[in-house]
């Protein structure tokens, strides 16, 4: 059974996972408090959280099953070797239960307060159906032989599928209206913090077992970080070097956001603004 070879090498690890846990759970909690002063969800891209929340669901079975279950770990420790550690640790299954819990209930926010005439567009229904679609062929797959690490490995695949397309809109949006108005940029540092500090875990845990396995057994974590690092730099540059001066000029007000779709569809009449 793999261990950690130094004490001080786990407590940093351990470090940095809850760093990571903390600023990505933090991240949601602006959105969720805005709603419920409002009382209102318009403006709030229903796309990205129904996006979000496929993307936080498959995560959390990859994490919870690699974690929790001793089959898994078997077939895991087969395919990279007995000395390795399992590359999933207890603040990433807590991350992920979190994350799905506060999207749902963004999603529930959704359902009682005003929306106006927004509703999910219909390519984002697409692309969600057939996300799972891919999700039960996954699962039928692996059922003759047994193979739950595969199956959880889709899992872990759409996870990262999932959290490109949700920021390519974002990013496309902001370049067309040449601004991040609306677009809450303390969101975006708290990811990016959480992404650095995500790689650190997996880098510290690496060096400690003189091994690279960790990157590459859990290629979804490494992607979701590499992915979301990537993003939130762009979304940096977006606000504070390429478009802050219309930003400072407009001057909105807190409670105003953009209301252009993420995900362009024919569902309805173009949004008005808050």
Aim: aromatic letters at 14%; a positive charge; charged letters at 15%.
């Amino acid at each position: 059974m793999a261990s950690w070879n130094s004490v001080h090498l786990e407590v940093l690890s351990n470090v940095f996972g809850w760093t990571a846990f903390c600023a990505w759970s933090i991240s949601f909690y602006p959105q969720v408090i805005l709603n419920f002063r409002r009382k209102s969800v318009v403006g709030l891209n229903f796309d990205f959280v129904l996006l979000n929340l496929t993307k936080h669901s498959s995560y959390l079975v990859y994490n919870a099953t690699l974690f929790f279950s001793s089959v898994v770990q078997k077939q895991y420790r087969k395919k990279y070797g007995r000395d390795q550690l399992i590359p999933v640790a207890a603040n990433d299954v807590a991350f992920s239960t979190h994350a799905v819990l506060l999207t749902a209930f963004t999603l529930f926010q959704i359902a009682i307060y005003d929306r106006g005439n927004q509703k999910v567009s219909k390519t984002c229904i697409a692309i969600v159906s057939a996300a799972w679609l891919a999700a039960a062929v996954c699962v039928f797959i692996a059922l003759p032989s047994h193979s739950w690490l595969l199956l959880v490995s889709c899992f872990n695949t759409l996870q990262v599928v999932m959290t490109t397309i949700k920021y390519i809109p974002q990013a496309v949006m902001n370049f067309r209206r040449k601004s991040t108005i609306g677009f809450s940029i303390g969101n975006i540092l708290l990811d990016l913090l959480g992404g650095v500090a995500s790689y650190g875990q997996m880098a510290v845990q690496s060096i400690d077992q003189n091994s690279w396995v960790n990157f590459y057994g859990n290629i979804g974590k490494t992607l979701l970080s590499f992915v979301s690092i990537f993003f939130d730099l762009l979304f940096i540059v977006q606000h504070y070097v390429l478009y802050p001066a219309k930003k400072t000029a407009l001057s909105p007000d807190p409670d105003t956001v953009s209301q252009e779709p993420l995900l362009k569809s024919s569902d309805g009449p173009e949004k008005e603004k808050v």
